[in-house]
């Protein structure tokens, strides 16, 4: 770009990184809604297909409106895949610790995807020019669609006609329960969120970071958050009642690190704390997503599009304000402000979680009893269903 646009440049970077999560936020409402209605393969496939031509554009832009609307592009691939897909992983693994243990591992890649970005960005980018990453990707979609279309064929989930009717996803987000569980991933996301667009420049300005130092920052925290899920998946097996407390130490975790990141003053200093960023973050999240598929169990029906649409939408506030709001923070007031606040914000929301203490007490709703076993069985779904609760 020209070097007048220069002054603008970490404002234009900023809502480009920010307008996917945006568009995200806008969508899930929508693509929650609409999982409940089909199933959950087709949007995934829709899903998938969306973010193959997002990653295509990216390969081909020449300029930044393109750049804007392939970036917008995956808000809405992601809207649908992201939900759609842990929607049906706690749709096909309805009992515990399986559906910890099938989601962790779906957080586990989610991890490692978002954490070897940067180092596998910048490897494609020097050896294979700037087309390479995305094509690669690209691949990568492609290849998902089509093991999907091998393994759960959209046009033979005939059983999906008979899947009752989901809550709204207003009336979710009414639910106290759930609200409590979607500030607890928003709260603990906003270190991460607010980090990954501020951390390089700080780096660069208070140690000299190099360029790898600042490319490989995340990376060794993938070892942490494995551990973390792992962890929790085997603490919850066995003592599946102290959900909310796994959580509350994720939080607290959270909160210690990220008050932590500025004291730190060379490389391997600050991927201590960020490494126990991304082990709380585990915790959290694999705590407190199978949470939300069984309040959704006990509270109301067994359909769990628009309740992971409500998760989703809890990470893409984060991430939608992450870019745009943590480099006017961190101008104003500086950058240990900002992770203090932070830091502070995650220690006051865990002692919240205490309101999910007796969720795992819980019995099935009115509601739901009355769908499954008093009207008596209307299809497929029903019948299986009735027959399990009997047994």
Same mark, same amino acid.
């Given at each position: ?16 990184? $920010? ?20 199933? *959950? ?17 990216? #390969? ?8 804007? !609307?392939?970036?917008? %592009? ?12 842990? $929607? ?6 309805? &009992?515990?610790? #399986? ?6 591992? #779906? ?16 490897? %494609?980018? &020097? ?22 279309? !091998? %393994? ?19 009336? %979710? ?22 980090? &990954? ?7 660069? #300005? ?23 899920? =792992? ?6 097996? !066995? ?6 407390? =796994? ?60 309740? =992971? ?39 006051? *929301? ?30 497929? *779904? ?10």
């Amino acid at each position: 770009y020209p070097s007048a646009a220069g002054d603008n440049e970490d404002v234009r970077i900023g809502m480009l990184f $920010a307008s996917k999560a945006i568009l995200q936020l806008l969508v899930n409402p929508l693509s929650g809604t609409l999982i409940d209605r089909v199933g *959950y393969e087709v949007p995934l496939l829709t899903g998938l297909a969306v973010l193959f031509l997002s990653t295509i554009t990216f #390969a081909f832009a020449e300029n930044y409106a393109t750049l804007v !609307a392939a970036r917008s %592009l995956q808000g809405l691939g992601s809207a649908f895949a992201d939900t759609a897909g842990i $929607a049906l992983i706690a749709d096909r693994y309805a &009992e515990e610790p #399986a559906r910890s243990r099938a989601l962790g591992t #779906a957080l586990a890649c989610i991890s490692f995807g978002s954490l070897a970005a940067p180092p596998f960005g910048g490897v %494609l980018y &020097e050896f294979a020019g700037r087309r390479g990453p995305f094509l690669v990707l690209a691949c990568v979609c492609l290849l998902d669609g089509l093991l999907l279309l !091998a %393994l759960a064929p959209p046009w033979v989930a005939g059983a999906r006609a008979n899947m009752p009717v989901g809550t709204p996803i207003h009336r %979710l987000m009414l639910d106290p329960y759930i609200a409590v569980v979607a500030g607890a991933l928003t709260t603990c996301n906003i270190p991460l969120a607010f980090l &990954e667009p501020t951390i390089a420049n700080w780096m660069e #300005a208070t140690m000299g970071a190099s360029e790898w130092e600042v490319g490989l920052t995340w990376l060794p925290a993938f070892f942490p958050h494995v551990l973390g899920v =792992y962890l929790t998946v085997r603490l919850a097996a !066995a003592y599946p009642h102290l959900q909310w407390f =796994y959580g509350a130490l994720g939080m607290a975790i959270i909160g210690a690190s990220s008050c932590l990141v500025p004291a730190c003053r060379n490389f391997g200093q600050v991927i201590i704390p960020l490494c126990g960023i991304c082990f709380g973050i585990a915790l959290v999240d694999t705590a407190l997503l199978p949470t939300l598929a069984f309040l959704v169990d006990v509270r109301h029906v067994s359909v769990y599009g628009s309740v =992971y649409a409500i998760a989703d939408i809890s990470y893409s506030v984060a991430y939608a304000l992450g870019p745009i709001v943590a480099g006017q923070i961190v101008h104003t007031m500086g950058f240990a402000q900002l992770n203090l606040g932070m830091g502070l914000a995650n220690v006051l *929301y865990a002692p919240v979680l205490l309101l999910l203490k007796n969720v795992c007490q819980m019995k099935p709703s009115h509601s739901e009893r009355n769908i499954l076993l008093e009207e008596g069985p209307k299809g497929l *779904y029903d019948t299986i269903k009735m027959e399990e609760r009997k047994g």
